[in-house]
């Protein structure tokens, strides 16, 4: 009851905060966070998710940066039927289907919030404490938004010849992005870096932030093992539910191979199929640690579908993995954006919000379409035949550290997953 009558409490408090905060604005001068949110959700670019299997992979003994895997897109022999029920004109030669999920669809519940607080009138009368936090962070944000572009463009062009780049980059993205769209704008940053820059490196007379470093690696030395750059969480009393981010820098032009290197060391001239092996294991993996967390903590998860976050100066990648259901689901076949026009890009913006917050807006598939990829990724399989499915229930965050191949595109069917699988 005491708990209850709490988040009862706190709820009103912030949402007494958020009208306030919309209050403050007279008529005749609107809020421009609203301006850019309406904006953000009348002009969003969808992001589409497409199912990966994985080939073949190896274990044990590598880290995320060594590991070996072969992956291609997934696809599924064409069903007549659905397929001229949906797209009459379609080419079905070869007999194959390549599908591929909405992000709006998957993370409904967040564009529904936003949907609810845009439409009526910059109040919010539902969607419970979590989304009430979440859309704080959001707007405080968007009131700073010019604010934060500056300091971001200025930071890539100040450090991008320093010799070691990479920790400023992520110090700069994670104080003046990432950070700001959780509640409580809380990180970790891999205390591993070279270099160790207590306060942040913008140069903004106003921002005196400490920068937080710590413990990042996760894994199991039978399966696959790593460190995420960073680990950003909203403030919360369990601290279980996290999302992993690795920083690619794209800033550096010059030819270097591919060894046991950071994930933000990797060059410009690589392309997601040189880096998918380290990223896609790591999202695998976080998807575990954190199922294993909730166990440890006796907290039902409300879905199995863990998202990552890979993030450039320029663009960002999302990865989503369903634990249970061994569905694995990434843009990287799309071009996405961090910026447009010399801005920030709103729908990247959102699309990380979300993500960000996912505790809150619950990501999930259609049931129809859960069932119709049950599998598709196929990792559940490699381990069981390696007799080591057993071990994902050991992955932990360590304090130690233990020791693309795609079908032709040409004649394949790309089909929106939540109609044909109706």
Same mark, same amino acid.
């Given at each position: 009851?005491?708990?209850?009558?709490?988040?009862?409490?706190?709820?009103?408090?912030?949402?007494?905060?958020?009208?306030?905060?919309?209050?403050?604005?007279? =008529?005749?001068?609107?809020?421009?966070?609203?301006? %850019?949110?309406?904006?953000?959700?009348?002009? *969003?670019?969808?992001?589409?998710?497409?199912?990966?299997?994985?080939?073949?992979?190896?274990? /044990?003994?590598?880290?995320?940066?060594?590991?070996?895997?072969?992956?291609?897109?997934?696809?599924?022999?064409?069903?007549?039927?659905?397929?001229?029920?949906?797209?009459?004109?379609?080419?079905?030669?070869?007999?194959?289907?390549?599908?591929?999920?909405?992000?709006?669809?998957?993370?409904?519940?967040?564009?529904?919030?936003?949907?609810?607080?845009?439409?009526?009138?910059?109040?919010?009368?539902?969607?419970?404490?979590? =989304?009430?936090?979440?859309?704080?962070?959001?707007?405080?944000?968007?009131?700073?938004?010019?604010?934060?572009?500056?300091?971001?463009?200025?930071?890539?062009?100040?450090?991008?010849?320093?010799?070691?780049?990479?920790? *400023?980059?992520? @110090?700069?993205? @994670?104080?003046?992005?990432?950070?700001?769209?959780?509640?409580?704008?809380?990180?970790?940053?891999?205390?591993?870096?070279?270099?160790?820059?207590?306060?942040?490196?913008?140069?903004?007379? @106003?921002? %005196?932030?400490?920068?937080?470093? /710590?413990?990042?690696? +996760?894994?199991?030395?039978?399966?696959?093992?790593?460190?995420?750059?960073?680990?950003?969480?909203?403030?919360?009393? $369990?601290?279980?539910?996290?999302?992993?981010?690795?920083?690619?820098?794209?800033?550096? $032009? #010059?030819?270097?191979?591919?060894?046991? +290197?950071?994930?933000?060391?990797?060059?410009? =001239?690589?392309?997601?199929?040189?880096?998918?092996?380290?990223?896609?294991?790591?999202?695998?993996?976080?998807?575990?640690?954190?199922?294993?967390?909730? #166990?440890?903590?006796?907290?039902?998860?409300?879905?199995?579908?863990?998202?990552?976050?890979?993030?450039?100066?320029?663009?960002? *990648?999302?990865?989503?993995?369903?634990?249970?259901? %061994?569905?694995?689901?990434?843009?990287?076949?799309?071009?996405?954006?961090?910026?447009?026009?010399?801005?920030?890009?709103?729908?990247?913006?959102?699309? &990380?919000?979300?993500?960000?917050?996912?505790?809150?807006?619950?990501?999930?598939?259609?049931?129809?379409?859960?069932? /119709?990829?049950?599998?598709?990724?196929?990792?559940?399989?490699?381990?069981?035949?390696?007799? &080591?499915?057993?071990?994902?229930?050991?992955?932990?965050?360590?304090?130690?550290?233990?020791?693309? @191949?795609? #079908?032709?595109?040409?004649?394949?069917?790309?089909?929106?997953?939540?109609?044909?699988?109706?």
């Amino acid at each position: 009851m005491a708990t209850m009558l709490s988040n009862r409490v706190g709820l009103a408090a912030l949402r007494d905060t958020l009208n306030i905060f919309n209050r403050n604005f007279t =008529h005749h001068k609107k809020p421009n966070f609203t301006k %850019d949110l309406r904006m953000a959700l009348e002009n *969003y670019t969808e992001l589409h998710l497409r199912p990966i299997k994985i080939q073949q992979c190896d274990f /044990g003994t590598e880290p995320f940066s060594r590991v070996s895997l072969e992956y291609k897109e997934y696809t599924i022999p064409a069903d007549e039927r659905r397929c001229a029920s949906h797209r009459p004109a379609c080419n079905t030669k070869n007999g194959n289907v390549l599908l591929e999920v909405k992000f709006s669809k998957v993370f409904e519940d967040g564009f529904k919030s936003l949907k609810d607080y845009v439409y009526n009138n910059g109040r919010m009368d539902s969607g419970g404490l979590g =989304h009430a936090c979440a859309l704080s962070s959001l707007l405080v944000f968007l009131t700073e938004l010019h604010k934060h572009e500056q300091i971001l463009q200025d930071g890539f062009r100040r450090y991008s010849k320093v010799v070691n780049p990479e920790i *400023y980059i992520a @110090t700069l993205l @994670t104080n003046h992005l990432l950070s700001c769209l959780v509640f409580g704008s809380q990180y970790r940053i891999s205390d591993d870096y070279r270099d160790q820059p207590p306060f942040c490196p913008c140069k903004d007379t @106003t921002c %005196d932030r400490h920068i937080v470093y /710590g413990q990042t690696s +996760i894994g199991h030395g039978d399966v696959w093992y790593g460190r995420p750059d960073v680990l950003l969480f909203p403030k919360q009393k $369990e601290n279980v539910y996290m999302v992993p981010l690795w920083y690619i820098n794209t800033q550096d $032009e #010059e030819n270097e191979e591919m060894e046991d +290197i950071h994930s933000l060391e990797m060059k410009r =001239h690589s392309k997601f199929e040189k880096y998918a092996s380290q990223v896609l294991s790591q999202a695998i993996i976080f998807a575990f640690y954190q199922s294993n967390l909730l #166990e440890e903590r006796r907290i039902e998860p409300l879905s199995t579908l863990v998202p990552s976050l890979v993030i450039t100066p320029d663009q960002y *990648y999302i990865i989503m993995y369903d634990y249970k259901r %061994d569905i694995l689901l990434s843009n990287e076949h799309q071009v996405s954006s961090l910026w447009v026009d010399n801005g920030l890009n709103l729908s990247a913006i959102l699309d &990380i919000w979300m993500v960000l917050n996912y505790k809150d807006f619950t990501p999930h598939l259609k049931s129809s379409v859960a069932q /119709g990829l049950d599998g598709s990724s196929n990792f559940h399989g490699i381990l069981k035949s390696r007799n &080591i499915f057993d071990e994902t229930k050991r992955i932990r965050m360590l304090r130690y550290t233990p020791s693309k @191949t795609y #079908e032709d595109e040409e004649n394949m069917i790309v089909q929106d997953a939540y109609t044909y699988f109706e």
